[in-house]
């Protein structure tokens, strides 16, 4: 049955490409590089880097983690890959002073919107998010090494914990817990996190 012209043209077809990946890293980057610029020298020429890297597990969790009856939160899109930057983008210049530290972020946010859709079923979906991420993190991060960015993590299998804590000075500001007792001194209050 088709659709007579009249009626066809009463309405508009508007069709998005998706955007190749050169074109979502230079628009990532782009997004990135100026919060950056406000971090130490070693943080400022991450911008690159970090849109390869999280575009390269967007591509591999989307490629690998198929939505299924049991499981249909896993249904990724590019809002996932912006949720991961703007993580990063609330980052604080006073709490990540190395790249390291940034690395840490990078997989907290990484672990925050894709992995926390997982479930724990026969195949362990986070082990093999977790690998997928161990492999892009020394293919895009030269220095740094998985084992030196997970290595005062409790718990493996759910990556590095970081907090947003408000304070009267600034909006947020994102810090990273490490330990299993997680002290926390905010003017002059010790806020204790006991597991």
């Not at 990135?32 to 390269?56: C, H, S, V, Y």
Request: with cysteine; hydrophobic share 35%.
């Amino acid at each position: 049955s088709e659709i007579c012209a009249r009626t066809q043209s009463r309405f508009h077809l508007i069709n998005v490409a998706t955007p190749s990946d050169t074109q979502l890293v230079y628009i990532f980057e782009s997004i990135l590089m100026p919060k950056l610029q406000e971090f130490d020298n070693e943080i400022k020429p991450m911008g690159r880097p970090l849109a390869q890297a999280t575009i390269a597990i967007f591509k591999e969790v989307i490629k690998r983690f198929l939505p299924t009856p049991a499981n249909n939160l896993c249904q990724f899109n590019l809002r996932d890959l912006y949720r991961v930057v703007q993580g990063i983008l609330q980052a604080e210049r006073h709490n990540f002073d190395s790249s390291h530290s940034m690395l840490r972020l990078w997989v907290h946010e990484c672990c925050r919107v894709f992995s926390d859709r997982f479930l724990n079923n026969k195949v362990n979906q986070h082990e093999v998010f977790f690998t997928i991420l161990q492999t892009k993190v020394d293919d895009h991060f030269e220095d740094s090494a998985w084992e030196t960015t997970m290595i005062d993590v409790d718990d493996k299998m759910y990556g590095p914990l970081m907090c947003a804590f408000m304070n009267e000075h600034e909006s947020t500001c994102r810090s990273s817990l490490s330990g299993s007792d997680h002290v926390v001194d905010s003017d002059t209050k010790k806020i204790n996190y006991e597991e």
